[in-house]
């Protein structure tokens, strides 16, 4: 008894769970297109939304094979043999299925085929449960579509709302000089300089984007290996189906190229329009509106620039050429234009613009107006003028210069190089300059020198002898200057040298001259100020030079030197152990480059011997005149004696009368001698006295030439 009632319980429960699942299938129904096949693919039912979806009556295609619902082709591939293979073998297929409807008409289901199995566990029939998806899939490939387009014309990267790469495109990598498995997973402060991710502002930004705030503007951002990169950038937060962010899309462009990428959707127009100047044209040029950032760069308002030509915008001349009627033309026949182009702001000045300048079509593909995209690149192409024009100056001047990386490897030269040294940019390209141009005579101290300063990074100039291609040698000046990115790192060492072969020859054969000069001259140098410089060894004898310019020439005497140029005196110099010499000095003004006097030389030759002779000579004839004098005196003292004595014997020979008249005459010649012989002294006294007078003016004026008989300090 108990038995049959557990068996009448248990068949109403399962006659239950039957409607139960009965009830399923036929909600199932309702909601989606069910068809059913046999297992080798023909058709056995269809419900009202399979055939619905698909275009066919029910009497269409039952009995009838699957193939009905694929390309032909398809049909005849072994894929599609293997797609029934596996139901045939019991497998479940489930997938996203383009076939084909009523009338060859495409469409897309999102199916499951599901074998049927009997009570052995046999595979018996298979029922395909699919929703139709046509139109979702053709929305998916319109927005696949965009968003293919986008990512080939700009820079894409996305982001979770931690700012975690979660993607980047290869445009956004090629511009970051990165590789995708570089910057997947790690977050975006990777892209900014270091400190700045600890920033407000920087945290400021995730907070906004994280809220669903659009951010758009120029980023400095930094590349692989610290490389610099500004981005025209939009960051977009991306919304989940209740409107909360989930993710932050980065469109962006590389402005240091300057190009503008046109987008097919309305969004992507609206995000260029506020990073981009953009301005419209009818097929004739006329302007049909412009946005601000064009605005502020040609300086016009809007109801300045609506209306009127795009000859606004350019110089007359070119406004009547011909090129300017090809140029609207080829935009009239549907021609895409870009490049860099010359524009006149409204004062007058030249700005150039990184333009395109796109063909906008309707959607009956008529051309309907033209729209362009522009930065201003007036900066960029300044400066690339003022390069060219540095580049005309260093590739004309006789002047060698050469450029190297910051390994100090040669990446330029021009040709004054190739002229003094005979080597050719391919021969020394990638090269040390010093390994190729240094020889054996080259100092060796100068050549530390010049890798102590570069390795300071430090501007600097040195001369060294260097040897061309053919081993000559040859001298230069050398001005190394060091060119630093905006990070202050050195990029580049640019040198400028210049041939100073012929200055360094007089120069050598100017200082051997005066070598031999400072042999044997005593060679003194002040400042017009009188202070010392500089002396040579004759000078000092191994003193320190420490004799102001006062101490040899009086105030007057420099003011006289100063007027002429040049001044000479006979000096008495005494050292400190008071040993004297005699000088003859000549004293020169130096000017400097301006004319101005700059040094005060003094060159002397040693007279002391020829001083001391004189001065010998002089002594010795004041010593012969004394004696003179006094043989002089001597013989003066004869002649009066002599004379005395021959008027006694006059005056005797008198008293003898007749007997004295023959002494009388030997006494009147004896007088007469004493006469004649006193005459003869005055005149030899007069000689002695005029000889005495010249070796005293001889002394006068030697001694009257000494300026200062002072010690040297």
Not at 80 to 85: A, G, L, S, T
Not at 430 to 456: E, F, M, Y
Request: aromatic share 8%; proline share 2%; net charge neutral.
């Amino acid at each position: 008894m108990r038995w049959l009632v557990k068996k009448k319980i248990k068949s109403k429960l399962l006659s239950g769970h039957i409607r139960s699942l009965e009830a399923r299938l036929e909600a199932i129904g309702r909601s989606q297109g069910v068809i059913e096949f046999d297992m080798d693919g023909r058709i056995l039912s269809a419900n009202d939304n399979f055939l619905k979806c698909i275009g066919y009556r029910a009497d269409e295609i039952v009995g009838r094979h699957h193939a009905l619902l694929v390309d032909p082709d398809y049909a005849q591939s072994d894929e599609y043999k293997e797609f029934w293979r596996r139901l045939r073998a019991g497998e479940y297929v489930a997938a996203k299925f383009p076939r084909r409807g009523a009338g060859g008409r495409k469409i897309w289901i999102e199916a499951s085929y599901n074998p049927i199995f009997d009570e052995h566990g046999r595979p018996e029939r298979v029922v395909k449960y699919a929703t139709d998806i046509t139109a979702a899939m053709i929305e998916s490939a319109d927005c696949s579509g965009q968003i293919a387009a986008i990512d080939r014309s700009q820079a894409v990267i996305s982001f979770d709302l931690n700012g975690v790469i979660l993607e980047a495109n290869e445009n956004f990598l090629k511009a970051m000089g990165y590789r995708a498995d570089e910057v997947v997973g790690r977050h975006h402060s990777l892209f900014v300089e270091p400190g700045y991710e600890k920033s407000a502002e920087y945290a400021d930004l995730w907070r906004r984007l994280r809220a669903g705030e659009f951010v758009s503007a120029e980023f400095r951002r930094i590349g692989k290996g610290g490389r610099e990169v500004w981005i025209q950038a939009s960051y977009n937060p991306i919304l989940d189906p209740e409107g909360r962010p989930y993710k932050i899309v980065k469109f962006a462009s590389d402005i240091t190229a300057a190009k503008t990428i046109s987008a097919d959707n309305a969004g992507q127009i609206e995000a260029i329009d506020r990073s981009r100047a953009v301005i419209a044209f009818d097929l004739d040029g006329t302007i049909l509106s412009a946005n601000q950032n064009f605005l502020d760069v040609i300086g016009y308002d809007a109801d300045e620039v609506v209306g009127r030509h795009h000859s606004l915008f350019v110089d007359r001349d070119y406004a009547a050429s011909a090129e300017y009627k090809d140029f609207w033309r080829s935009l009239r026949s549907g021609e895409f234009q870009s490049g860099e182009f010359r524009r006149i702001a409204k004062d007058g000045s030249e700005i150039w613009l990184q333009a395109a300048y796109n063909p906008i079509f309707d959607a009956s593909g008529r051309l309907s107006k033209v729209v362009k995209f522009a930065s201003d690149i007036t900066q960029q192409v300044q400066q690339r003028a003022k390069f060219n024009l540095l580049s005309l100056v260093a590739d004309e001047t006789d002047n060698s210069v050469v450029i190297t990386d910051h390994e100090q490897k040669i990446v330029f030269v021009n040709r004054g190089f190739e002229r003094l040294t005979g080597y050719a940019l391919a021969e020394v390209a990638g090269r040390v300059p010093g390994r190729i141009l240094q020889g054996p005579d080259t100092d060796k101290s100068t050549v530390d020198r010049i890798r102590q300063k570069l390795g300071a990074g430090e501007a600097f100039y040195e001369e060294i002898l260097n040897y061309d291609r053919q081993k000559r040698p040859y001298w230069i000046s050398l001005a190394i200057n060091p060119v630093r990115n905006a990070e202050g790192r050195i990029e580049r060492y640019v040198s400028v040298q210049a041939n100073i072969t012929e200055t360094k020859l007089k120069a050598l054969e100017f200082n051997t001259k005066l070598d031999a000069i400072g042999a044997s001259n005593a060679l003194a140098e002040w400042s017009t100020d009188g202070q010392p410089v500089a002396c040579n060894a004759v000078m000092s004898r191994g003193e320190a030079f420490e004799t102001k310019l006062s101490q040899f020439l009086s105030s007057s005497d420099l003011a006289a030197l100063l007027r002429s140029g040049a001044l000479r005196r006979e000096l008495e110099v005494k050292s400190k152990a008071g040993d004297a010499r005699w000088l003859d000095a000549l004293f020169t003004v130096l000017h400097d480059l301006e004319g101005r006097p700059h040094r005060i030389l003094m060159c002397a030759g040693d007279i002391t011997e020829r001083r001391q002779a004189v001065a010998a000579s002089i002594a010795g004839m004041t010593q012969m005149m004394e004696r003179i004098t006094g043989v002089v005196e001597t013989i003066n003292g004869f002649a009066r004696q002599t004379n005395l004595l021959a008027l006694n014997a006059a005056v005797e020979a008198a008293r003898a009368q007749e007997s004295g008249r023959g002494f009388a005459l030997v006494a009147q010649e004896i007088r007469k001698l004493a006469v004649g012989a006193s005459v003869a002294i005055k005149e030899i006294d007069q000689l002695i006295t005029d000889g005495r007078h010249q070796v005293n003016a001889i002394s006068a004026t030697v001694d009257e030439s000494v300026i200062t008989k002072r010690r040297v300090a």
